[in-house]
């Protein structure tokens, strides 16, 4: 079955310690977003990208890090530079539409608890 | 510029009875506009989208949405509640075509009791 997968589920950080996010699709997808979830705030954009080795920043893309080399992959490193990265991590892809909206398909998401 | 407002951070309904979720939304072009459901711990689902067609949109599971330009809103109803409705639903807004960035209101969690 066509999907994203994000790995891992759930990750404990120390302060101070990079980590990466993985996000894989095999949707044959072009476009690929990473979101921020926190309690009672929605969605939040961190970077985005349409075409291979190409990404473009988000609302909250401070902190965070993103790299495109293959169309079915887009990591996301949260880096010691993110003041507050505790919270739960969305992955998603689009595909570039004919006509209409641009509707997002989501992986499970990552929660990223940093101790 | 777009941004949409969820009116309701949380709404308690009995199993069986109608839903109503309500959204407001503001955009300098004609939008569209979506509802996804997350249920705890996991991604987003798309339940419906409008893009300009019919203004009373069908969704999965029995919901429906009915875009209002007049009044700015995209409201979620459905006439009967379900104990698996139980989840957190966000309203969210986008230019009308192409590539765009969405953006998504705070989110209503509906909670349903037998």
């Known amino acids: 079955d066509g999907g994203i997968t994000q790995s891992p589920k759930y990750l404990f950080r120390k302060e101070g310690q990079n980590v990466t996010l993985s996000c894989e699709q095999n949707?044959?997808?072009?476009?690929m977003y990473w979101y921020r979830q926190d309690p009672g705030q929605g969605l939040r954009l961190i970077y985005y990208s349409q075409i291979v080795n190409d990404f473009q920043k988000g609302d909250i893309a401070e902190g965070y890090s993103v790299s495109r080399e293959k169309k079915e992959s887009f990591p996301l490193t949260v880096t010691s530079a993110q003041k507050n990265p505790t919270a739960f991590y969305l992955c998603?892809?689009?595909?570039?539409?004919?006509?209409?909206?641009?509707?997002?398909?989501f992986g499970a998401g990552s929660r990223l608890t940093v101790l | 510029a777009q941004s949409v407002t969820q009116l309701d951070s949380h709404v308690s309904v009995s199993e069986g009875t109608p839903v109503l979720l309500r959204c407001n939304y503001s955009s300098s072009y004609s939008p569209s506009l979506f509802w996804y459901v997350q249920h705890p711990n996991k991604g987003l689902q798309l339940l419906l989208k409008y893009t300009s067609a019919a203004t009373l949109v069908k969704g999965i599971n029995g919901f429906e949405a009915e875009f209002k330009k007049s009044e700015t809103s995209f409201h979620l109803t459905k006439p009967s509640a379900h104990m698996s409705d139980a989840a957190e639903y966000f309203c969210?807004?986008?230019?009308?075509?192409?590539?765009?960035?969405?953006?998504f209101g705070k989110g209503t969690m509906l909670l349903v009791s037998p």
């Open positions: 998603a892809s689009s595909v570039k539409p004919s006509s209409g909206a641009n509707v997002l398909t």
């Open positions: 949707l044959n997808h072009d476009a």
């Open positions: 969210v807004v986008s230019a009308p075509s192409g590539y765009s960035t969405l953006t």
